[in-house]
């Protein structure tokens, strides 16, 4: 790693498009491996971090260089120069840790192996029994037929605990929200909108509702006090800290499915 002396003023340098600072060696393999360097590789300016460094965004998967304010683009490109072959690395790694929800593929819905099959004979446009979700329709909606019965069967889960939940400590919730964060399972507004991802409902029983136990909690605590976190054990049968670690540990491969494009 590249250490650099901190410099006065630190104003961060100007963003550049990617093309125009990858090395042309790094540029030419990756494009005969067939990634996209512009979706690959991704620059993050920071104030606070004292050396330019490079990290595996399992969740955007992409490789991101940190590049501090003190840094020069010259200093980056060399940086990126040397580590060529672990940028390379890192990017085929993750690109083939990336599952699409198609038919043949498989996935975790409650913790528990799915096989997606494609099949004309459904009276809706999915069925899930035995270990298999059947899906209808043809296979290039596949993907995103997956991911919308997913989308409604995290709500479905979520749904029920969130408001028994509440209703235990005497709180409403105003309205519960499935999406697709990067950067959180789940959240709670002071007007008392509580959000998820979707994928949750790929993650075990017990560690789905630690997460709707916390947001539940955050309706009386909206910080992580000892009280916080006191009612949040109360709410769940799971053992907090180790569904914590669970997601720390397990959480970025419910990153990895993909419905629609990669
Ligand atoms: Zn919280």
């Known amino acids: 790693m590249?250490?650099?002396?901190?410099?006065?003023?630190?104003?961060?340098?100007?963003?550049?498009?990617?093309?125009?600072?990858?090395p042309?060696?790094?540029?030419?393999?990756?494009?005969?491996?067939?990634?996209?360097?512009?979706?690959?590789?991704?620059?993050?300016?920071?104030?606070?971090?004292?050396?330019?460094?490079?990290?595996?965004?399992?969740?955007?998967?992409?490789?991101?260089l940190t590049f501090p304010a003190a840094a020069t683009w010259r200093q980056a490109q060399e940086f990126v120069n040397d580590q060529q072959r672990w940028i390379l690395s890192q990017i085929r790694q993750l690109s083939a840790a990336a599952v699409m929800l198609q038919d043949g593929e498989s996935f975790p819905f409650l913790g528990e192996q799915h096989l997606i099959s494609a099949t004309g004979k459904l009276r809706g446009a999915a069925e899930r029994r035995d270990g298999v979700l059947y899906m209808a329709g043809a296979p290039e909606h596949i993907p995103r037929r997956v991911r919308d019965y997913l989308t409604a069967q995290a709500r479905e889960e979520i749904s029920w605990r969130a408001r028994e939940k509440a209703e235990s400590i005497g709180r409403k919730i105003s309205r519960?929200?499935?999406?697709?964060?990067?950067?959180?399972?789940?959240?709670?507004?002071?007007?008392?909108?509580?959000?998820f991802s979707w994928r949750l409902v790929m993650a075990p029983e017990e560690m789905l509702d630690y997460v709707v136990a916390h947001e539940v909690a955050h309706l009386r605590h909206m910080d992580h006090s000892r009280d916080f976190w006191t009612l949040c054990q109360s709410l769940t049968q799971t053992n907090v800290s180790k569904s914590r670690k669970w997601f720390k540990v397990e959480g970025a491969k419910l990153f990895s499915y993909h419905g629609g494009t990669i």
């Open 176 to 195: 519960i929200r499935i999406g697709d964060p990067h950067s959180r399972w789940g959240s709670c507004s002071s007007q008392g909108v509580l959000s």
């Open 2 to 22: 590249l250490f650099l002396k901190k410099r006065a003023p630190q104003s961060l340098p100007e963003s550049k498009p990617v093309l125009d600072w990858l």
């Open 24 to 64: 042309q060696t790094l540029a030419s393999s990756l494009a005969a491996a067939g990634f996209d360097a512009e979706q690959a590789l991704a620059v993050k300016h920071s104030t606070r971090a004292r050396r330019l460094s490079l990290r595996a965004d399992v969740k955007a998967r992409r490789v991101v």
